[in-house]
């Protein structure tokens, strides 16, 4: 009994003198890095090393480098990893290591987030420390030379407007992003953030300057809306561009963006149905519709004049009643075979009872509201060759479409009684 006391004492005695040998490994071991010179600058010649570490137990890992003036640069800072299974950890290192400034330099407009180290001759340090707070690291010498160390500077990054509604009425409906990148890259890209952490992300038309090479770019951003897709909920974003070059370097440059009113506007002539007046009409007498206007969607359908109830004379339009087009306005509009010119006849998508008016005058049918419209046509002329003819209704979203659902609706064939 007293002799095992002893034994466990020794024992004890022996792993506080020695730490190792208890049937503790070292926290770390087989530190080494392939090589002790690079050439940072992506010619493919001597860019990259291996650096290989085994970690016995959990730690958090770091892996920096110290200048001769003992400032410290991090490739790797406390990242927490589960110990070396079979093989030791390998990590590639290309020279580039978290952004920093150097003395005397400004960036305005953009942060340098990976930036490559600068020539010169380094104390690389890999650095594990584990649960109980045991600490052991190893080092070493690397030299970096012909490092490219120009940036992919994001100078001008821009967004304008700051606020716009994606839903296709033709008011605010862009966003124009522009940045000048000064040195040609891999890749960039440009997203939307919320504090939720979710992206989106811009799809750039290109512009004058191929995608990755230096110079100015421009995206025009619709939220997706053009292609019919659902934007980003409303609300303020972070716009984020980033952009890597071939060494690795990250730049990045954020703004901010808010999202209003914005959706996919759909509307429909309700059931696809019109009630006409007649199917024969005397001349100089007028043909009269009736058809319900509903606003499907969850953004407000802009629409412009004249009211529903307005009566053209045949060789009128709405032009000549000073109702031009509005690029984005949803009208509902008349066509006959034998009209000059499309849809001639058009009248707003509801009255002043069923339309909202925002801060400068634009008439909006509300998401989700129907709206009864009325109108007239008087006859005052005829092509003897076509008569009858068919005339139909359309729902169009003047500049931007007719959707094949809402074009020719329910057509008459009219016939106008000539004495
Ligand atoms: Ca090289
Ligand atoms: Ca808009």
Redesign the pocket.
């Known amino acids: 009994m007293r002799r095992q006391y002893i034994l466990v004492i020794w024992l004890a005695l022996g792993c506080l003198l020695t730490l190792v040998g208890c049937g503790e490994k070292p926290l770390l071991s087989d530190v080494s890095f392939s090589a002790e010179r690079i050439t940072p600058n992506a010619d493919r010649d001597t860019d990259v090393l291996i650096i290989t570490y085994r970690l016995n137990r959990s730690a958090r890992v770091s892996i920096y480098f110290e200048d001769q003036g003992g400032r410290r640069y991090y490739f790797r800072n406390q990242v927490h990893h589960a110990p070396s299974v079979d093989e030791p950890y390998q990590v590639y290192f290309a020279g580039v290591v978290d952004g920093y400034i150097l003395p005397g330099e400004q960036f305005e407009g953009f942060s340098v987030e990976k930036r490559v180290l600068q020539d010169g001759t380094y104390t690389w340090v890999v650095e594990a420390t584990d649960a109980k707070g045991v600490t052991e690291r190893f080092t070493g010498l690397l030299t970096i030379a012909q490092a490219d160390t120009a940036l992919p500077e994001l100078r001008g990054f821009s967004v304008y407007p700051p606020v716009?509604?994606?839903?296709?009425?033709?008011?605010?409906?862009r966003a124009t992003i522009n940045v000048d990148i000064k040195k040609d890259v891999e890749e960039w890209s440009v997203y939307l953030t919320d504090e939720a952490g979710a992206r989106y992300y811009v799809e750039c038309a290109e512009m004058a300057t191929p995608r990755n090479e230096a110079g100015w770019h421009s995206c025009d951003y619709d939220a997706g809306v053009d292609r019919g897709a659902d934007p980003p909920p409303n609300g303020t974003y972070t716009v984020v561009m980033e952009a890597r070059d071939a060494v690795g370097q990250w730049t990045r440059a954020t703004s901010t963006l808010t999202i209003e009113?914005g959706g996919v506007p759909r509307g429909y002539i309700l059931n696809g149905e019109v009630e006409w007046s007649a199917g024969t009409v005397p001349l100089g007498e007028t043909l009269y519709f009736t058809l319900t206007v509903e606003n499907d969607s969850v953004v407000p359908l802009r629409t412009s004049g004249p009211p529903p109830g307005t009566v053209y004379r045949s060789d009128q339009n709405y032009a000549t009643l000073k109702e031009y087009e509005q690029s984005?306005a949803f009208r509902v509009g008349i066509h006959c075979e034998t009209s000059p010119t499309d849809h001639p006849w058009r009248w707003a998508i509801g009255g002043p009872e069923d339309l909202v008016t925002d801060e400068e005058g634009h008439l909006y049918l509300p998401a989700g509201k129907r709206a009864v419209v009325t109108g007239g046509i008087r006859f005052v002329d005829y092509v003897k060759a076509r008569n009858p003819q068919y005339c139909y209704a359309s729902l169009i979203h003047e500049d931007v479409e007719i959707s094949m659902v809402n074009y020719r609706v329910d057509p008459v064939f009219l016939k106008i009684q000539v004495p």
């Open positions: 716009f509604s994606p839903n296709r009425d033709g008011i605010a409906d009113h984005g």
